[in-house]
């Protein structure tokens, strides 16, 4: 069965003559791209003490770096597709490839926090049409029979960025400084900017004078930076206790409902929601929400575990979590071939189900673990992510009309990043509460403290006490930690029978340019 991105008239497309190294090279740019924005999303995570340090203050006050970029991204990814008819794809790719370049090296310069935030902002807002863009651009560039094996590639770097990102921060923090944090995108960046401006001139389309969604556009900077601020800040604020959150909940709750109902019924919507009328994108968005939802947020849990109950520097926690990407590079181009013989919804069952049985292998794990034991559900989650990530992409995109595209790529790509953020503070949040509660239980159980101090020979009461709050801290962490396992497992395996819900594509799989 064809999954593969195909234009109906193929011999006529322009972008059909790029060949040979030609061909390789614009795919690697492309992926190249998408790779730096998605890195960035997390590179500066393990740099907020350090930046918080550089620029004399509070490191609560330092997460606004990371805040700012997540918000500005999460609003300008959805607006691709109005982005690319209205501009060109090819010309707003490569001026948001020089503009991400540029307000990179401007972090770096930043005197103040205040200075790194806009800049921080005007980056996001740069990278954000990169992400689908580069996806988009990818299955114009790369003929019919290659087209899996370019999805392929654009999701390995999709996947393996948000896992190198804290590990390159914080080497790079430790034998650099901060800035250099931002500096490393800027030589990257204008190169991939040349290139792209020189092969893929032959793929841009004609400019749509359509006229600008005010109304719409303001709708969706009010919904989803509250949401965003809301899900950052939630936690430190103790959610809705704080009347910020609150008010934060009511205009991200309320403002979602006038953007959908503005959006489906203007005659030029900023984002078009339409897409969703086609059942394959729908069903294959919703699983990629839920399938990267749990994924991500074992991946944001399984770093902080092994920080604060195993004591492992944040270096060594990230080496721990970078097998996920070894599979990952050996089974995308494997999964990719499958892709045009198998069906695609058995391939999203089985890489999702691969993946849930990895959260059963975690729900084992003891405070005695030694790293392979952390390491190996990782290299066996690194092989489950292609056959997740590549056809499940392909199947919605192929869902959609040619000209809707672009506009899919960023919806599907919006609501993957927004699952991450979602899954963040949710997992975070049930684990610090489901920790506190384990450990008022345990502590419930020692009847008579005294047997326990009596045992503990040499040291005072007050030092048995102190090691006896350790153990029980520890226990209560790691079941806490087990159980936030089993209910990623849970997701995962909804969303292996959720796949199904799409309908099975017929012949050749046509997901043309916009």
């Known amino acids: 069965m064809q999954t593969s991105a195909a234009n109906p008239v193929r011999g006529l497309d322009p972008c059909s003559s790029l060949r ?3 061909l390789a090279l614009a795919g690697l740019v492309l992926a ?36 700012s970029y997540a918000v500005a991204e999460a ?50 807002l740069s990278g954000g049409p990169m992400i689908p863009l580069s996806q988009t651009l990818l ?14 590639l654009w999701a390995m770097t999709t996947v393996v960025a948000p896992i190198l990102g804290p590990i390159l921060g914080g080497t790079i923090c430790d034998t650099l400084s901060w800035p250099w944090v931002f500096y490393i995108n800027v030589p990257p960046a204008v190169a991939c900017a040349l290139v792209a401006a020189r092969l893929l001139t032959a793929c841009e389309s004609a400019p749509v004078k359509v006229p ?79 399938g990267f939802g749990a994924y991500f947020g074992a991946i944001v849990l399984i770093p902080l575990w092994l920080q604060t109950n195993l004591f492992y520097t944040a270096t060594a926690a990230g080496y721990a979590m970078a097998f996920n990407g070894v599979l990952a590079v050996v089974f995308s181009p494997i999964v990719a071939r499958l892709t045009t013989r198998v069906d695609p919804r058995a391939l999203v069952s ?32 690194g092989m489950a992510i292609p056959f997740f990530f590549v056809p499940l992409t392909g199947l919605a995109l192929a869902a959609v009309d040619p000209v809707e595209t672009a506009s899919a790529a960023g919806l599907i790509n919006f609501m993957r990043t927004t699952a991450g953020a979602v899954a963040t503070s949710l997992v975070t949040t049930r684990w610090d509460s489901a920790t506190t509660t384990m450990k008022s239980e345990l502590a419930w159980r020692l009847h008579d403290v005294a047997d326990f101090t009596g045992s503990l020979a040499g040291v005072s009461r007050d030092q048995a006490l102190g090691q006896i709050d350790l153990l029980t801290t520890g226990q209560a962490t790691m079941i806490a930690t087990n159980q936030m396992f089993f209910l990623t497992t849970i997701a995962l395996a909804f969303g292996a029978t959720l796949i199904w819900l799409a309908p099975r594509p017929r012949g050749a799989i046509a997901m043309a340019s916009h």
């Open 20 to 22: 040979g190294g030609k």
């Open 139 to 152: 299955l114009r560039v790369f003929p019919p029979e290659r087209a899996a094996a370019a999805i392929g």
């Open 75 to 124: 609003i300008t990814v959805p607006l691709t597709g109005w982005l690319a008819r209205r501009f060109g794809p090819v010309r707003v790719f490569t001026l948001a490839m020089l503009s991400f370049g540029f307000w990179s090296a401007m972090c770096g310069f930043a005197p103040s926090l205040s200075a790194l935030v806009v800049c921080r902002i005007m980056q996001g």
């Open 212 to 290: 600008v969604d005010v109304v719409g556009l303001g709708l969706l900077i009010t919904w989803v930076g509250a949401m965003q601020v809301m899900l950052d800040k939630g936690k430190d604020l103790d959610w809705f206790a704080s009347p910020f959150i609150v008010v934060l909940a009511l205009t991200a709750g309320f403002g979602f409902v006038c953007f959908v109902i503005w959006e489906l019924t203007d005659a030029n919507p900023i984002v078009d929601l339409r897409v969703f009328r086609r059942r394959g994108f729908t069903a294959g968005a919703i699983t990629l929400a839920i």
């Open 32 to 67: 190249l791209a998408n790779f730096m924005v998605v890195l960035d999303t997390t590179i500066a995570n393990v740099s907020v003490p350090n930046i918080a340090g550089g620029l004399a203050v509070a490191p609560s006050q330092g997460t606004w770096v990371i805040t």
């Open 350 to 381: 089985f890489g999702l189900l691969l993946m849930a049985a990895t959260g059963l292998m975690r729900t084992n794990f003891i405070t005695g673990i030694d790293f392979w034991s952390i390491a190996l559900p990782n290299l066996v989650q």
